[in-house]
């Protein structure tokens, strides 16, 4: 794992083998053990010398006597009478042992409670504490419902029938109060109720699995860097997803009876102190679990500070119950079939921070409760079937770092306690339904990096206090209905390196301070209603890769400034109203691969130096060159499309 202070977990390294089948029959091997046992004490008495055979009866002393070499009438008589009583003590003796057996089975173990009082959860006694004794404090501690174990198919009923049946598992020194054996009755709860049948091998072994890009994404890159202290999050970049089977160690069996479970794969337990040998940390992501999360495992282990069954396929609700892990610094239950509402417990987690539960199935809205989370840096619910508005009370999280909502059904507006989150470095809540302006409380987000608006249903100007979130780098507006003009305070936004408000109502002229974006990388203001000319001071932002004002009002000239531009890639300035000639300083755009020009009123012809650029990464070039415009491609092989 990671150092405590960072907050990305990765899946336990060291994985594990072996399991218990309940189902597992009792062998007639265990009788033939019985009689070969007595066959050995019949053959061993036989060999006692006769005075001690006369000193106390022996049913195999007997048996010698009737294995004598000489037997008269009387002798014959007394050997029938030995040979009936043999029979009937070895008869008597499998009759017993198979009677002991099926009690272990049939009989549950409520049955099986020696008089002994159970021990308190909270003693400290050095004292083992007996499986048998477990069941009332289970019960009355509100772990299980006594229900349950009148179930032999409950996974409680066989939780607790494995430590019975392995109580000198149970009874070793190492468990020395009752709150550690209830941890091994939660495991092995959670074990017999989210173990596919047949899938042992995968949640033994576990799979490793590595994601790596392929193509070219203009988000995952800064992602990656951003977010290296957290569990990273999806993007819209293509996934390769490769699974690696680990190794299997011996010395982390599950239910093995020779290791104890603080050693178990995935399972993490406190050292010296008040809380020693209580579980720390459950880390099953990527196990194979299915099934519910029974609300019994977070009661039997609610000492737990790392709760992490994600990248699994659980389903049903997430139980209440995990209100009761109030040590507990992070939770990863994402990756899912999780559905039903997010539980109001989650407030109880003063200590919390980080809550992960993307990608699953959830329902209803974010509760209010979640304000009392002071000390939470991290939340994410993105890939859900979330509404409702999002509470006012999240300006409450003033630790806030990372608040991931996107692709629900959020309505309502965005909260102005927003501006309380002085720490939020990254804020996405792309593709909801989110209406309203931006609140101008956003400015006081001076440490926000990540700021994704895009694909809701707002409207109103761009806010001028975003020019005070000078830590900006990427910023996404999208797919809104905005109005009005960029705000010349962009030109403090000089750590921007993506700008997209494409797909908007934008209006007026492009600022001239645009150009002190010197670190901008990617801008998408296309599909507006932007006018006016192509800055001059385009020509500064060295490092864009790629350009789109296509589809807008822009006029004028293009700027002889834009074939400074040499990292360029993209270029589209389609669907406007340029004029003049192209400038022959265009052809110093080595890189470029993709250039739109058609729906102009350009002049003259193709530049031959913009034309040589085909002969290298060009491959796509529009231009109005057909024989009804004033423009021309003279060269045939330059020109890829003639509008």
Not at 43 to 60: A, I, M, Q
Request: hydrophobic share 35%.
């Amino acid at each position: 794992k990671k150092s405590p202070d960072r907050f990305r977990w990765s899946p336990p390294t060291v994985p594990d083998d072996g399991a218990f089948d309940i189902t597992e029959e009792i062998l007639d091997d265990d009788h033939d053990t019985d009689l070969d046992v007595a066959y050995h004490q019949a053959y061993s008495t036989s060999r006692l010398s006769p005075k001690n055979r006369k000193s106390s009866f022996h049913w195999g002393a007997t048996f010698a006597h009737c294995g004598g070499r000489t037997i008269s009438r009387r002798g014959a008589a007394i050997a029938l009478l030995c040979v009936v009583a043999l029979v009937a003590v070895i008869a008597g003796g499998v009759a017993g042992s198979k009677s002991k057996q099926q009690a272990s089975v049939s009989t549950p173990p409520s049955t099986a409670t020696p008089p002994s009082t159970a021990t308190d959860s909270s003693s400290s006694s050095s004292q083992p504490v007996s499986a048998f004794s477990l069941m009332p404090t289970i019960t009355s501690l509100g772990i299980s419902s006594p229900e349950v174990f009148q179930d032999s198919n409950s996974p409680q009923y066989k939780a607790l029938l494995w430590m019975t049946q392995n109580e000198a598992v149970a009874s070793r020194p190492a468990y020395k109060n009752t709150q550690i054996v209830l941890n091994l009755y939660g495991l092995l709860t959670l074990y017999y109720n989210n173990i596919q049948p047949g899938n042992a091998k995968q949640f033994i072994q576990g799979t490793a699995t590595s994601t790596k890009s392929s193509g070219s994404s203009q988000y995952n890159t800064y992602d990656q860097n951003l977010l290296d202290d957290f569990r990273s999050i999806t993007d819209n970049s293509e996934i390769q997803t490769t699974t690696v089977e680990q190794p299997v160690d011996d010395t982390h069996l599950w239910l093995s009876p020779n290791a104890h479970h603080c050693t178990w794969t995935g399972v993490e337990c406190f050292g010296v102190g008040e809380l020693e040998g209580q579980i720390k940390s459950l880390n099953l992501t990527m196990r194979g679990l299915v099934g519910s999360i029974l609300d019994d495992v977070p009661r039997a282990m609610h000492s737990l500070i790392l709760l992490d069954l994600g990248n699994n396929r659980l389903t049903g609700p997430i139980p209440d119950s995990v209100g009761v892990i109030t040590n507990a610094t992070m939770v990863v239950l994402d990756g899912n079939l999780l559905n039903g509402p997010i539980p109001a417990s989650f407030g109880n987690l003063a200590k919390l921070q980080a809550l992960y539960l993307h990608e699953n199935m959830l329902t209803g809205s974010i509760p209010a409760e979640v304000g009392r989370l002071k000390s939470l840096s991290a939340l994410s619910l993105y890939k859900n079937n979330l509404e409702g508005m999002i509470p006012l009370s999240i300006g409450n999280m003033s630790t806030l770092s990372l608040l991931y909502l996107e692709e629900n059904a959020f309505s309502g507006t965005i909260p102005h306690t927003i501006g309380s989150l002085t720490n939020l470095r990254d804020f996405r809540i792309s593709n909801n339904n989110i209406a309203g302006t931006i609140p101008p409380e956003v400015g006081f987000l001076k440490r926000l990096e990540m700021l994704y608006l895009d694909n809701n249903l707002l409207d109103g100007p761009i806010p001028s206090s975003i020019g005070n979130v000078s830590s900006l780098q990427q910023l996404q507006l999208y797919k809104n209905g905005l109005s009005g003009t960029i705000p010349e305070t962009i030109q403090f936004l000089t750590n921007l390196q993506l700008l997209y408000a494409d797909n908007n109502k934008l209006s007026g002229p492009l600022p001239e301070s645009m150009g002190a974006l010197v670190r901008l990388q990617s801008i998408y203001l296309c599909y507006n209603q932007l006018n006016g000319t192509l800055p001059t001071s385009i020509g500064t932002l060295t490092n864009l890769t790629s350009a789109r004002f296509n589809h807008n009002h822009l006029g004028g000239p293009l700027p002889a400034e834009l074939g400074s531009l040499q990292k360029l890639q993209l270029l589209f300035l389609d669907k406007n109203d340029f004029t003049g000639s192209v400038p022959t300083e265009l052809g110093k755009l080595r890189r470029l691969e993709q250039f739109r020009l058609d729906g102009n009123k350009l002049q003259g012809s193709m530049p031959a130096s913009v034309c040589s650029l085909r002969y290298g990464d060009l491959d796509e070039l529009f231009a109005d060159c057909s024989s009804q415009t004033s423009f021309a491609c003279n060269t045939p092989s330059c020109c890829t499309k003639c509008v």
